[in-house]
């Protein structure tokens, strides 16, 4: 007996997996450094080390997706239609891509931006812009 | 292959028919298809009028728009100059952004939306025609009236943006700021209503066999735009709300000693207010990747890339909201994420313009008309201003160029480039296909001309003047500070680009006379069916699409469309239809009836428009008496609605037969309402983040000193009230199903409104009386406007509970012709499931902090 095939809004998630997959990131990440700056003032190495625990995370499952369509691995999409598919698979495809290199610099600052980072003045000298805020 | 791609594969092969159809059939199509006269005009819903109206209002908000602009531009051209006092410039520039963002941009696009989908669709209209003469009346009346307090000294000051404490009570006591908040407000309400109409009718009304690999491009993009506006707009309507019940009723939500942040406008602003640039950008660039091809003579090169970058586009840019606000001592690790984000955009955007390079180098020599000077003035001047937007996207470079006039020049780049030239390449393009002329090419090209130069004469100055030191939003400066040259410049160039629009505006005015039969036709050689033959009623017969340019691949096409030999030739039931497709593939499913002329959305629109505009002069009387006629006005509008199978199936044409009504998720109702609840669901959940962020600033405070919560027994009694609300709602959907009485069906049905009325009264009044007060604290504030978002739903089904009440005991709701009831039950699970979520919100979270 044939599989049913996939609803309408589970083929568009599979199209959509890769932006999706960033845009919970984005609101991960973002709230990590946030509730970590609330409770203890900084985004210390708890915080950190959790953003980047997601963002491997994030990078892996992009590029399993993203591998996946492009190699022609559709889930339960029932009736063959080359060019619709032909158009999720490659469209799918690129948008894990963008999605992954995406969630890499997202996932960046972690790493690279200190948790005290220089002063304007010890940099430029003169007038510093306003200092960092809770949020 | 399910039953329906079976029937529609089986009717595929009798098409096209070339037998004689019968001589009546056209003259019925005519008929009921024929558009209102005289003074019944406004009633007209044809989406060819609606939308060509629509364009026009939005083209003179734009010269409006301008003129401001001009008198901006002449008190800068010197220093010291008296041309304009302070006020009246603080006026100027905020109505300037104000009405070019919401009353030209985002409606241009859209009314060009409504004005080419059907058509390029091969559908005989939207599925909502009223919906977009809704949006278009309520933005008409409610935009003149809006653009006359310029007039008055009444015009907000505060930027388009609008930020608080400047715009909130203590620093702006006028009605100023209201008109913004409560005419851009309503504004986006009229958005939506379109929003709504143009993602159910690119995903429902698409020619047979045009499955979304054949969509083109242009339809792409306005899903995608419409998708945007549902989730952008949501923050800065509930932007709105805060701001405005601050102002009203003091509560105090960017008020820093009271536990608020005006940071937290600036999030919601900004959360609507960045992804609106590519809101207004992504239709722009579906134009583009539908002239280009055309004007090249080739193909689009990566059409499945250029799909790829517009939904990209779309994601990334709800991820740049922060490099607005990188100057406002945001912790260095979050503006790192969104510096990221800034970056990352870019790169769908270049994939876009290397396609439109690439399929120009690999059509023929590109023709000189003037769709394709425009075509390639965007693609040099939005490159230009992406490379700025890189720059400014870098947060150390940011700190240095803010708020100076090399943002305004990187802006108006962006904004100039990626959309005004788009819109007037796409005008030029289309007009001939709602006129009797086209345009002048002779003209069209010193239109060109006069606005490329004007453009690069007034910005690109301004990015010196801008590295020179000269901040934004100053009336005036000194001389000899190094602006003066600079200035003088962007003025003469700002009149250069007025001499340009105000010669289109004469060619129009020479030019433009709107016709369907008689238009001047495809006089650039397009492929896609909006240039097939039409009438009021669009296509004559509705065919199957084989690709993307179905015009260059069949040239017969367009004399077998004519000749009524594909899909529903005629009006079978006599009323006005179009056929309803799957969203992907695009197999007929029914035969939609559409709704015709009427003055109901009229009287609708132009109430709602004057119950917001009374709010916002503080006349609570007519306010509330507009309010009651249009939301009467609405209800006598849906009445009309609804007809249920009252038709046979009907033969389409090639021996398929397509029913008249559909139930269920297939049905384009029950879509448009699962895109309503998206956008009340994202207004909820911007608002748990502004709860969540106010905890955030200031997390001692949350809750303030003393404050009671209620108890667990009032959670439970409220879920409980809300799950019987719930389970009684099951039981009279039940007792429908199963044709039980009026009285059976009744009793649950409205049982179950009381409980939810009990439920959120209930919870409010427990939270008042725990002594609580939205005035005192930000955290009041926030848990009142929770179930203030949870009254607004509530009102709202109660409304839909008795118009469906009064459909049953008229017998015009029954167990099959009940779409009403479904659409009011879709609506009233969710605000269940809303309340739910709020009050186990609200009532666990400081129990968790604290």
């Given at each position: 007996m044939a599989r049913r095939s996939l609803p309408t809004l589970a083929k568009w998630a599979v199209l959509l997996g890769g932006p999706l997959i960033w845009s919970a990131h984005l609101g991960f990440v973002y709230a990590v450094a946030t509730v970590a700056i609330t409770l203890t003032g900084e985004a210390g190495l708890v915080s950190r080390v959790l953003i980047g625990l997601a963002t491997l995370v994030c990078l892996a499952a992009t590029a399993w997706i993203g591998w996946s369509l492009w190699a022609g691995r559709l889930p339960r999409w029932e009736t063959p239609q080359r060019d619709l598919i032909g158009l999720w698979r490659k469209a799918g495809a690129l948008l894990c891509l963008l999605s992954f290199l995406a969630v890499l610099w997202q996932g960046l600052p972690a790493i690279l931006i200190p948790q005290q980072p220089a002063s304007h003045d010890d940099l430029f000298g003169g007038t510093a812009p306003p200092g960092p805020r809770s949020r | 292959m399910t039953e329906e791609e079976a029937a529609f594969h089986a009717a595929a092969k009798n098409l096209p028919d070339p037998r004689p159809r019968p001589e009546e059939e056209l003259k019925i199509l005519e008929e009921v298809w024929r558009q209102p006269t005289g003074w019944r005009l406004p009633t007209a819903v044809n989406n060819n009028i609606v939308g060509s109206a629509y364009v026009g209002a939005a083209l003179l908000f734009f010269v409006l728009a301008g003129c401001l602009a001009l008198l901006m531009r002449s008190q800068l051209a010197t220093p010291m100059a008296e041309i304009v006092g302070q006020e009246t410039y603080n006026q100027l520039f905020t109505m300037h952004g104000t009405v070019m963002m919401f009353l030209f941009a985002v409606p241009a696009v859209e009314a060009m939306g409504v004005l080419l989908l059907p058509q390029m669709l091969a559908?005989?209209?939207?599925?909502?025609p009223r919906l977009s003469a809704f949006a278009f009346w309520a933005y008409l009346v409610g935009g003149l009236v809006f653009f006359t307090t310029i007039f008055f000294g009444a015009s907000p000051d505060g930027g388009w943006f609008m930020y608080p404490p400047l715009t909130s009570y203590v620093y702006s006591p006028g009605s100023n700021a209201d008109w913004w908040l409560l005419g851009i407000g309503f504004i986006e309400i009229s958005a939506i209503a379109g929003a709504i109409e143009i993602v159910v009718g690119v995903l429902?009304?698409?020619?047979?066999?045009?499955s979304l690999d054949k969509l083109p491009l242009f339809g792409w993009a306005m899903l995608v735009f419409a998708g945007m506006i549902i989730v952008g707009f949501p923050a800065i309507i509930l932007g709105t709300i805060l701001l405005e019940l601050e102002r009203a009723f003091?509560?105090?939500?960017?008020v820093a000693e009271k536990g608020g942040d005006p940071l937290l406008w600036q999030h919601l602003f900004w959360f609507f207010g960045h992804p609106e640039v590519y809101i207004i950008f992504i239709p722009a660039a579906g134009f583009m990747s539908m002239i280009v091809p055309v004007v090249a003579r080739a193909r689009l090169v990566g059409y499945r890339l250029v799909v790829a970058a517009l939904v990209a586009t779309g994601f990334i840019?709800?991820?740049?909201?922060?490099h607005h606000m990188f100057t406002t001592g945001l912790p260095p690790i979050s503006t790192g994420f969104f510096s990221a984000a800034s970056m990352a955009v870019s790169i769908p955007a270049g994939i876009q313009v290397f396609a439109w390079i690439a399929t120009i180098m690999a059509g023929e020599r590109a023709r000189w008309n003037v769709p394709t000077l425009f075509t390639v003035g965007f693609l040099i001047i939005f490159t230009m201003g992406g490379l700025t937007g890189v720059m400014v996207a870098m947060v150390p470079f940011d700190w240095q160029a803010h708020d100076t006039y090399f943002v305004v020049a990187h802006l108006h780049y962006v904004l100039i480039g990626g959309m005004v030239f788009p819109l007037f390449a796409a005008i030029y393009y289309w007009v001939p296909m709602v006129s009797r002329f086209a345009l002048s090419e002779r003209l069209g090209k010193w239109v060109f001309w006069l606005m490329f130069t004007g453009m690069h004469l007034t910005f690109l100055p301004m990015h010196w003047t801008g590295f020179a030191g000269m901040p934004r939003r100053v009336y005036t400066y000194l001389p000899n500070m190094g602006f003066d040259g600079f200035n003088l410049l962007s003025s003469i160039g700002a009149f250069t680009i007025g001499a340009g629009v105000a010669l289109f505006v004469f060619d129009m005015a020479r030019k433009f006379r709107m016709t369907q039969e008689e238009n001047a036709g495809n006089v650039y050689g397009g492929g896609t069916l909006e240039w097939l033959p039409n009438g009021s009623y669009a296509a004559r017969s509705i065919p199957i699409v084989k690709s993307r340019e179905p015009l260059w691949d069949n040239p017969e096409l367009g004399d077998q469309v004519e000749q009524g030999q594909w899909f529903l030739p005629g009006a079978p039931t006599h009323r006005r239809e179009t056929i309803v497709t799957s969203p992907l593939k695009a197999i007929p499913q029914y035969l939609v009836i559409i709704p015709g002329p009427s003055w109901w959305h009229v009287i609708a629109a132009a109430f709602t428009a004057a119950l917001f505009l009374s709010l916002t002069v503080k006349l609570t009387l007519p306010a509330a008496l507009f309010g009651v006629i249009a939301i009467g006005a609405m209800l006598r509008w849906a009445w009309e609605l609804d007809k249920g199978p009252d038709h046979e199936p009907v033969d389409v044409g090639g021996g398929l037969k397509l029913p008249v009504y559909m139930l269920g998720n297939r049905s384009h109702a029950i879509w448009a309402v699962w895109v309503l609840i998206v956008v009340i669901g994202m207004i909820f959940a911007c608002m748990v983040f502004s709860y969540l962020y106010l905890w955030s600033v200031q997390p001692d405070r949350w809750p303030p000193a003393g404050t009671t919560l209620p108890s667990p027994l009032h959670t439970g009694t409220t879920l409980l009230l809300l799950a019987a609300s719930g389970g009684l709602l099951t039981v009279a959907d039940w007792m429908l199903t199963r044709a039980r009485g009026k009285a059976i069906v009744l009793t649950p049905f409205l049982g179950a409104l009381m409980f939810l009325i009990l439920a959120i009264a209930g919870d409010i009044w427990q939270w008042s009386a725990t002594g609580l007060r939205p005035g005192e604290s930000s955290y009041g504030a926030s848990v009142f406007t929770l179930g203030f978002l949870n009254s607004l739903n509530l009102f709202t089904v109660a409304l839909m509970v008795l118009f469906v009440t009064a459909r049953l005991l008229v017998g015009r709701t029954d167990p099959v012709r009940r779409l009403s009831f479904d659409t009011t039950r879709l609506l009233w699970l969710y605000t269940i499931g809303q309340t739910a979520v709020s009050v186990v919100f609200a009532h666990g979270f400081p129990r968790l902090v604290s």
């Open positions: - | 559908a005989r209209d939207l599925p909502f429902k009304t698409r020619s047979p066999g045009m003091h509560w105090p939500f960017f840019s709800f991820g740049l909201w922060v």
